[in-house]
């Protein structure tokens, strides 16, 4: 039963993360979005790699390739390389302060970004815009009040 409460909570905080990624804003807002998927996944690969993992990225990853509307598994070869970068290290990262998790989590963010360039590039055509940009800034600043969150009900909830 406790294992079921834990990953009930994991999967609860990554469809609130899409359902955050799809809400419409308006178009100027829009560009300053944070990958919310993206940093709640990261923060359980970091926090619990044995529950949240490469497979885990991959399926929403492809979600995220439904919900958003671009090529079909773009965001999943992403997001996977991502997670797996993010458990591979997972030992050293839980060590920084959250203000060097946060640079990392912006490094990783930048990556993310410029390998959705690249491939949405080959496959259609797409030209890089410095708009692209902008959910990376937003998403390092947002890093240290999420992980404090997530922290918090990771604890509040026990997920082990």
Do not use: C, E
């Not at 990953?7 to 609860?12: A, P, R």
């Not at 979005?33 to 399926?59: E, Q, S």
């Not at 509307?69 to 920084?96: C, D, E, P, W």
């Not at 990392?104 to 410095?130: D, E, K």
């Amino acid at each position: 039963m406790q294992q079921t409460k834990g990953i009930g909570v994991i999967y609860l905080s990554l469809v609130l993360a899409l359902v955050l990624m799809v809400m419409p804003m308006p178009a100027m807002v829009k560009l300053f979005r944070p990958d919310w998927a993206l940093l709640v996944l990261l923060y359980w690969v970091l926090a619990l790699p044995f529950r949240a993992n490469i497979g885990t990225a991959f399926v929403i990853g492809f979600l995220v390739d439904v919900l958003v509307g671009t090529v079909l598994g773009v965001n999943a070869l992403a997001y996977s390389v991502v997670a797996f970068v993010m458990a591979a290290n997972h030992q050293k990262i839980r060590n920084f302060s959250v203000l060097q998790q946060s640079l990392l989590i912006g490094l990783l963010l930048a990556f993310y970004h410029l390998m959705i360039f690249w491939l949405s590039h080959f496959l259609t055509g797409v030209y890089f815009l410095p708009d692209y940009l902008w959910p990376v800034l937003t998403g390092t600043l947002v890093w240290p009040w999420l992980f404090w969150l997530l922290r918090r009900v990771r604890r509040q909830f026990k997920v082990r």
